[in-house]
């Protein structure tokens, strides 16, 4: 997600603290919102699937490997 589209995200947010947003805003809002967080979901994901753990016995687990192909879809 880009700059911009971050920085309307927080236009309409404080738009809607003063003023109210009309329902095409709102709709807008919405959108941005759910692309912002699908864009921080895949981010994390990705930083989680690059995580490796040091076993008490000295071996080395790739939780990327052993859960990154999991299906985690958030239907929220």
Same mark, same amino acid.
């Given at each position: 997600?880009?700059?911009?589209? /971050?920085?309307? /995200?927080?236009t309409?947010?404080?738009k &809607?603290?003063? #003023?109210?947003?009309?329902e %095409? %805003?709102?709709? %807008?809002q ?5 692309e ?8 994390m994901?990705?930083?989680l699937?690059?995580? &490796? #753990?040091? %076993?008490a016995?000295?071996s /080395?687990?790739d939780?990327?490997k052993?859960?990154g192909?999991a299906d #985690? &879809?958030?239907n929220n």
């Amino acid at each position: 997600m880009n700059q911009d589209k /971050i920085d309307r /995200i927080n236009t309409l947010y404080h738009k &809607s603290q003063a #003023v109210g947003l009309t329902e %095409e %805003e709102k709709a %807008e809002q919405a959108a941005l919102r759910k692309e912002y967080i699908e864009a921080i979901r895949k981010n994390m994901r990705s930083a989680l699937n690059n995580i &490796s #753990v040091k %076993e008490a016995d000295g071996s /080395i687990t790739d939780l990327g490997k052993k859960y990154g192909d999991a299906d #985690v &879809s958030h239907n929220n």
